[in-house]
């Protein structure tokens, strides 16, 4: 089993910063993709920001300029640095990471729970 905890949220004022960190735990061969998705109240899910095995970075234009994604890969672990943040940022925010729990085995997607971040004054 896989097991994904987010931690960082928290109530900021508008233009304010939080750090959002994901870890993940349990049993597997590797991690590929990590990334940070979130959801307001009726609105879809959308992707904030991903960041590849490698490094490799995107960002929601919404966000970009503001937001920094990062992974500890030896801590198993997704940052998201949040800047300048803005009410319209309020939602919960969620990791997803693409496991691979064995070396045979296809790559599957796990959710954490998520994390609640509200911009308000």
């Known amino acids: 089993q896989v097991h994904l905890v987010e931690s960082g949220g928290g109530l900021v004022q508008p233009g304010g910063s939080l750090r959002l960190a994901c870890a993940a735990s349990g049993m597997f061969f590797s991690i590929d993709t990590m990334g940070w998705y979130r959801q307001a109240p009726g609105k879809q899910r959308e992707l904030v920001a991903s960041i590849t095995r490698v490094g490799i970075t995107d960002y929601v234009d919404s966000v970009k300029g503001r937001f920094a994604i990062s992974r500890d890969n030896a801590k198993n672990t997704v940052y998201l640095q949040m800047n300048s943040l803005k009410p319209e940022d309020t939602a919960i925010y969620l990791c997803?990471?693409?496991?691979?729990?064995?070396?045979?085995?296809?790559?599957?997607?796990?959710w954490g729970k998520g994390t609640l971040v509200t911009v308000s004054s």
């Open positions: 997803k990471m693409v496991v691979r729990t064995t070396s045979r085995s296809v790559d599957m997607d796990y």
